[in-house]
Structure formats: structure tokens, C-alpha cells
């Protein structure tokens, strides 16, 4: 579907005459608007790029599609006291307008899921969680097609273990905590990605509220052991077309507000659960100096002293275009993404990893997707670098219309595997972690 923002992302295939690569309209984790009247809402997500017009606008089908709800949860109703940021008070304040916190009753189904005989779910012995695939439940689609069950067993079959999902309201929020329930009982684990858009935000009080808020009801919704605050959303601040290696790289302004949004999603989350633990939310290309800085207390004019923000897992994104992520070339030179995000002392997870779908055939992306600059690489570094998860972008294709590109192991019918699907499932049996 079309976003109602761009994320930019440097494009190794088309150099200009300075050398430095041109820039590029990214595939975002998708978020809908929920209604023309909700102000707050919809950070970019996920992936990476192809298949954007670039034109921003979202699609009142889309809309409704975000809205609707398909797995059974506990409603979530939620009034919200959010530590006002930066003077230890406390105040009251409801939900951002696109974070809705009316009670939602949703069926355990799929909006119109197939009559499909998936047989009992099991639950899976435990195991590593280093394989993992990304979903879009909250975004129609396929994902409102096929049920939970189904892309349980879709999963299983695949030898995933992590299902990464967008949630952006309390509505969403229940329903991925439905799916996850689900999922939890055939051995998958379902995390959480928060989304919210920055631009309607004055300053960083104004985006903690709103993160906290949005982190409440995701913690209330469902205890996860695994919470991702933000996606991509460092791609939103940089000043131009830089790489994003460098603090004055970002815009100051900024920069405050969407450390804001973060703070305030980790405590909002912390308010509820206090065991799962936190990703920061995937970053990607060169735009490690967003983390650095976080971490540093550290702002874009080089001044320190500030909030520093903490968290358990730095998760990053790599798309086929970036080349080697060892040695990814922008306009400040060549840079070891790895050892940059090593650096930080944390966990590495590769969260969103695909092919664009212009790359080739489908024969073409599946042997890249398992190749010596993606699976095969990122498999071989593990060790190296403390990479914990990788996890494939995306387990189905966008829908023809709306969507953004066929990045899918599966086709939009969610039942049609591609090359990708069977590449993926025998690299994994091969590569146990």
C-alpha cells in the first residue's frame, strides 16, 4: 500500500557522477491511517524498497483493511499515566489520536480465511530462535486470507521461530495478541514492532507521551518477550542525502522528538512488563550514527550530557541493493555495518532481510536470498559479530494493487509457495543454529 511518508534508502545499482549512490523510495512495514480524523499514527516500517510510487498517499482501502481485527483476544481498554518527560511528575493523558483505546472484540479467525484442514497444532520443542520471517497481520491482504492456523503451519514448515508484526493502536495491538497466542502453541514466537509516526509532535515531551501511551497498550495487550520500539524511523531525520555514519548527519529537532517516541515506548512498556526485553527498532543502510548517538547521550550538534536510552537488541535491515554488509559503500566511503552495530555492545538481529523483487526471476532472488551476501553470510558471521536472529522480509507477496512489491516466500493467495519459500526452508534444514 502507499505510506503516508518517504523513507529513503541509498541505491548501490545507480551511482551519480560524484559517486555517491543515489537515493531511493524504501518499502515501509506498512501502517495504515485508521481515519482521516486521527492526527497521530504510522511510522514507516519495514523493508526496504521496490515497489513504492513514492507519492505518500494512503488508500482508503487500505484503511479499512488496518482496522479490521481477525484473532480472538482480551480487549484492551487503557487509560494511560505517563511520566511527564523530563520533570518526574506524573500526569494523566489519554492514547494518541491513532492509538485507539476502546474495548475490541475480534472472531479467532481471519476476516475470510479459507476452509483448510491444517491438521492439530502441536507445540514445538524449544529452540534456538534464529530463524524468523516477518508478517504484516495488521495490514489485510493475504495475511486476512489465510488464517492464523494456517501461517502457523506455513511457518513451522518453513523451520521459522520468529514472526515479527506490526502493531500502532490498541486495537492492533489486540489482535496480534490474539495471532500470537495462537502461534505460541505450535512453537512460534510473535513479537511486536511499535509504529508511530513523528510529524504531528512538537517537541520530545509531546512524542514520550504519545510512545508511552502506544508501548502501554502493547505490554497490556499481550506479554511478549520481545518488544520493538520504532522502525526504520532514523531514515526520517537524516538532513539530506548523507549516510547517516555522522551526529550531524540528523536534524536536531528531530532527533529530540523521536528519542521522545522511544523513551517513552520503553517505559510505557516497562510500566506493564518489566522482563521482555527491548529491540531498537531496525535500522538500516549506513544510519548506525542514529544508535551511536542514543546510547552516547549524545545529540546532532555533538553535545553530550543528554538522555541516554538503553535496550537489549540492536536490530538492523539489509536489502539486496546494499551489496556486502561488511563493506557497504556510501558517499563517506566504506563501512563494516556489523562492527559499527558490534560496537554497541548488544545482540545483533537482522529483522528484515530480502530481495527486491526487480532483482531477477524468482529463481534469481531465492538463490541471492541464500547467498554469499545474505543467509550464507549472515550465517557464517554469527558468531563473529553476536548475531542472534535473522528473519526473512516477508512470509507473503503485497497485495497486486495496493501493495508494494512481491517480496513474499509465498504468493498473494498466501497457499502458493515460490522459489524463495523451498530455498529458504532447505537452507534452513541445512543450517541448523
Request: net charge negative; aromatic share 8%; proline share 4%.
Amino acid at each position: 500500500m502507499e505510506i503516508d511518508h518517504q523513507v529513503v534508502r541509498i541505491d548501490m545499482m545507480n551511482l551519480n557522477r560524484t559517486g555517491k549512490p543515489g537515493f531511493q523510495s524504501s518499502r515501509s512495514f506498512k501502517a495504515a491511517t485508521l481515519a482521516a480524523s486521527m492526527s497521530v499514527l504510522l511510522a514507516a516500517c519495514g523493508g526496504g524498497g521496490g515497489g513504492s510510487d513514492g507519492t505518500g498517499s494512503a488508500s482508503s482501502t487500505d484503511a479499512a483493511r488496518s482496522g479490521s481485527a481477525s484473532a480472538s483476544a482480551s480487549a484492551v481498554s487503557v487509560t494511560t499515566t505517563a511520566p511527564a518527560s523530563g520533570n518526574g511528575t506524573s500526569k494523566t493523558t489519554t492514547s494518541p489520536a491513532s492509538s485507539d483505546t476502546g474495548s475490541v472484540s475480534v472472531p479467532s479467525n481471519g476476516a475470510s480465511s479459507p476452509v483448510i484442514d491444517t491438521g492439530t497444532i502441536a507445540p514445538s520443542q524449544p529452540a534456538r530462535l534464529f530463524y524468523g520471517v516477518n508478517g504484516h497481520n495488521n495490514e489485510g491482504g493475504a495475511y486476512d486470507i489465510s488464517s492464523p492456523a494456517l501461517q502457523l503451519s506455513q511457518l513451522q514448515d518453513l523451520g521459522a521461530k520468529l514472526y515479527r508484526n506490526e502493531v500502532y493502536s490498541a486495537g492492533t495491538a489486540n489482535k496480534l495478541a490474539g495471532i500470537a497466542q495462537t502461534m505460541a502453541a505450535g512453537g512460534i514466537t510473535v513479537y511486536p514492532v511499535m509504529l508511530m509516526n513523528i510529524n504531528t509532535f512538537n517537541d520530545e515531551t509531546e512524542g514520550y507521551n504519545a510512545g508511552f501511551a502506544l508501548g502501554q497498550q502493547t505490554a497490556t495487550s499481550r506479554r511478549y518477550p520481545y518488544y520493538e520500539v520504532t522502525n526504520e524511523m532514523e531514515s526520517e531525520i537524516l538532513t539530506g542525502n548523507v549516510d547517516g555514519i555522522y551526529p550531524e548527519q540528523y536534524d536536531l529537532v528531530k532527533f529530540r522528538i523521536l528519542r521522545g517516541v522511544i523513551r517513552g515506548m520503553i517505559a510505557g512498556i516497562k510500566s506493564v512488563d518489566t522482563s521482555g526485553k527491548i529491540i531498537m527498532g531496525g535500522g538500516t543502510w549506513l544510519h548506525y550514527g542514529f544508535a551511536q548517538m542514543l546510547a552516547a547521550g549524545m545529540e546532532p550538534d555533538n553535545s553530550i550530557g543528554h538522555p541516554v536510552v538503553d535496550w537489549d537488541i540492536t536490530a538492523w535491515h539489509w536489502y539486496s541493493e546494499q551489496g556486502d554488509i561488511t563493506n557497504a559503500c556510501g558517499g563517506t566511503g566504506c563501512h563494516n555495518v556489523l562492527a559499527a552495530l558490534h560496537a554497541l555492545g548488544k545482540p545483533i538481529w537482522i529483522n528484515e532481510f530480502g530481495v527486491r523483487p526487480n532483482y531477477g526471476t524468482d529463481q534469481q532472488i531465492a538463490a541471492y536470498m541464500v547467498g554469499n551476501t545474505m543467509m550464507a553470510q549472515f550465517v557464517a558471521l554469527a558468531s563473529t559479530y553476536d548475531i542472534e536472529s535473522i528473519q526473512a522480509y516477508e512470509l507473503y507477496d503485497d497485495d497486486p494493487v495496493y501493495g508494494e512489491g512481491a517480496f513474499g516466500l509465498l504468493k498473494f493467495d498466501g497457499l502458493t509457495p515460490k522459489p524463495a519459500y523451498s530455498a529458504f526452508k532447505s537452507f534452513v534444514a541445512a543450517h541448523p543454529m
